[in-house]
């Protein structure tokens, strides 16, 4: 049985284990750090989802808003766990609360060279922008 909840800062060391488990996070690239990731979470409580199984979280998915577009970061499954639909699922979750909220725009980052996660997100219907390309500044 698989339970699909808010995501805590209690689900951290498992969560940080979880992403460094799959390939295409690149995990530096952002301030993942615990004091990161509960910003994440306490800016956005009901949009950050984790799936556990057995007391083990085996997906996670983090959402965010900046009051006019939704973001999606560190969508995971554990291997064990994927083709089950809980990447879907979280993903559908967030969604929903965005659209409840009023957000109808839904964007995400995936890595030049992760080939999996952009079959997968193509998959659920999001499609590259060829007239952006992505700039950013360490702080």
Known sequence: MVEIREMTTQDYQQAYALW?????????????????????????????????????????????????????????????????????????TITAR????KINKLGLFVVADNQAGQEFWVHQGFKERADIKYLDLDL
């Open 98 to 101: 965005l659209k409840h909220r």
């Open 20 to 92: 460094e488990s799959v390939p295409g996070m690149h995990l530096s690239s952002l301030d993942n750090s615990f004091a990161g990731i509960a910003r994440v979470i306490a800016a956005n409580p009901t949009l950050c989802l984790v799936a556990v199984a057995q007391g083990e979280v085996v997906a996670t998915a983090l959402g965010a808003t900046d009051g006019r577009k939704g973001y999606l970061y560190h969508v995971a499954v554990a291997k064990k766990q994927r083709g089950q639909g809980l990447a879907k699922t979280l993903v559908h």
